[in-house]
Every structure is written in C-alpha cells, then in structure tokens.
C-alpha cells in the first residue's frame, strides 16, 4: 500500500503561479511512476503531466510550456511547477503513483484561478 498526499493549491490570480507537492510512502519511490491528474467541476479527471524518471517526462498539449514537473526522490516529492495560469487550469488536482499494476491516488487539492 502506498499512502500518497497532495499539498499546495489554493486561490491564484491570472498569470499566477503555484507549485504543487506530492508525497508518497515507500522505500522504492525512484520506481514509481508519478503523474499529475486534474478533475474540473462537470468534466472528466485528465492527465496533466507525468514523469517515469529524470528523462521521461510529458504533458498534455493545454500545459506545455506553462506547467513543469519534477521529482525528488531523496524527499520522496513530485513537484508540479505552475506558471501563467488561466482560469480554465481551475481544478482538483490529484497526484497518482503506478507500481506494479497498481494505481494509487491522493485526494486532491484545489485549485482555483480567478480575480
């Protein structure tokens, strides 16, 4: 079982930024495959970004060049660097963990991009 936990939404401007964490249990955690999903109110949970190691990193087509992740494994951390964000970025944000077939899920934390 892993536990994951998400932290760092909150209410931003236009043209905000935040940065997401994303913590998660074990003693592999450079194995793990981490992504970034969002879910925005009457829509369908997304893919926002993913990241299998240093190397292998993407995003979808909405975010590129606005939105950045990163990981830590020394902290056991996945990051998600948000830059210029947009109304339409206004979600729940929930961090995912692949590892051996199986999907873990935090429960999210809001974000709301609004004057």
């Known amino acids: 079982q892993v536990q994951v936990a998400e932290s760092g939404g909150g209410l931003v401007q236009p043209g905000g930024s935040l940065r997401l964490s994303c913590t998660a249990s074990g003693s592999i955690f450079s194995r793990y495959v981490m992504g970034w999903y969002r879910q925005a109110p009457g829509k369908q949970r997304e893919l926002v970004a993913i990241i299998i190691s240093g190397q292998w990193i993407n995003y979808t087509d909405s975010v590129k060049g606005r939105f950045t992740i990163s990981r830590d494994n020394a902290k056991n951390t996945v990051y998600l660097q948000m830059n210029s964000l947009k109304p339409e970025d206004t979600a729940i944000y929930y961090c995912?963990?692949?590892?051996?077939?199986?999907?873990?899920w935090g429960k999210g934390t809001l974000v709301t991009v609004s004057s």
């Open positions: 995912n963990v692949k590892n051996n077939g199986m999907d873990y």
